[in-house]
């Protein structure tokens, strides 16, 4: 008697037909077809995951320039208020941390001023002159300015400039700053705000991104950049060698995704607890508004209640970048501010912020 045979499994019949199935698959795959090296584009696509190759510059020039800033400020705050050029110890790794002390030249009395950090921008930058028309509004009216050049800085020589972590380490040098006002007499440790341009203001967003942990009362973050992810496939390799070097970091963000998510303020808007205004401007190149704009957005829609935000469109140039240095506008020779509409208009709201955050509690 036959007995009647049981229907195959749909895995039993692929198994079956895999040794007939796997050739014919093969033979239809298209063939890549040789690919000429050009050795010119891959040295331009080129970029390093090692720490050895970071781009480095002339420490003796920086050293240099950071003398003439240090003697410019000393000479212009004379008269107009106090200046002192001191350091802080990181709490991370005790590295020594220089930092610009402004204040009025009479302290009112104990803890009877607000403070500001002001954050500088740039991969490899510092805090320079072309700051000071600012700095003396602030201390004019009535704040304490500290403006500390965190690891990576330049004008410190090999070992700190080498130091860098874009979005890492340099986030808590900078907060240190908050312990260093803290011990000062004159500084009310409970009114103390952070701000910052550009690079200044991304470590910004991410100091008032930081949960219930934020330690400063409110932040301004003006043209910041926002998300590492975009921002290096956007600027391209010359500008990727930069971060892919670096020590804490040694790779692009395919290669190590959750470290760039970490290390941008964008993917952490929903830990915002705190007061944060942010201006942008639509004809920025150096942070384009392709990167800038969905921060705004994503403010807007999540944190409504404590984001106080500002698109400018084409504002008037600034020295540099166009649109990224517009609330920036001061001349290179006498230090004044050369005012637009726009740059008057930021100015003005973001005084109007910090005094109305930072003001004494009643």
């Known amino acids: 008697m036959l007995r009647r045979m049981r229907p195959l499994t749909s895995l039993a019949a692929l198994l079956l037909a895999a040794p007939i199935a796997a050739p014919l ?16 584009r891959a040295a331009l696509l080129y970029v390093s995951d090692r720490h050895e190759e970071h781009p480095q510059a002339n420490f003796a020039q920086q050293i240099a320039a950071k003398a ?14 106090q200046y002192e050029k001191t350091s802080y110890k990181s709490r991370l790794d005790g590295l020594e941390i220089p930092a610009y002390v402004f204040s009025p030249l009479t302290p009112r009395g104990p803890k009877a001023h607000a403070a500001l950090v002001w954050v500088h921008g740039g991969v490899h930058g510092n805090w320079d002159q072309n700051y000071l028309p600012f700095i003396i509004e602030a201390v004019q009216k009535g704040y304490v300015v500290v403006a500390p050049d965190y690891r990576g800085s330049t004008g410190y020589g090999a070992a ?6 874009y979005g890492g380490k340099e986030v808590d040098d900078v907060e240190d700053a908050v312990d260093f006002l803290g011990r000062r007499a004159e500084v009310d440790p409970a009114r103390i705000g952070v701000m ?15 949960g219930d942990r934020a330690r400063f009362v409110a932040g301004a973050a003006i043209v910041p950049v926002t998300n590492l992810i975009f921002r290096l496939s956007y600027k391209g390799p010359g500008y990727q060698r930069s971060f892919s070097t670096q020590k804490e970091l040694a790779g692009l963000p395919f290669e190590q995704r959750d470290e760039y998510v970490r290390r941008s303020p964008y993917y952490h808007v929903d830990s915002l607890k705190r007061p944060l205004l942010v201006h942008v401007a639509s004809n920025d190149t150096d942070v384009d508004f392709v990167e800038a704009r969905p921060l705004i957005d994503a403010l807007v829609a999540r944190r409504p209640d404590l984001a106080e935000t500002k698109i400018y469109w084409d504002p008037t140039p600034g020295p540099a970048s166009v649109g990224h240095t517009f609330s920036r506008r001061v001349n290179r020779e006498t230090l004044l501010r050369e005012d637009s509409p726009e740059q008057v208009d930021s100015w003005n709201r973001v005084w109007a912020f910090f005094d109305k955050w930072l003001a004494p509690q009643k």
């Open 25 to 40: 698959l093969a033979q239809q795959a298209p063939r890549r077809a040789p690919v000429a090296m050009d050795s010119a």
């Open 68 to 81: 003439r800033t240090d003697s410019i400020f000393a000479a212009r705050s004379r008269g107009v208020m």
């Open 160 to 165: 700190h400039y080498n130091a860098i972590d």
């Open 196 to 210: 910052g341009w550009s690079h200044g203001g991304f470590i910004t967003a991410h100091l008032m991104m930081r």
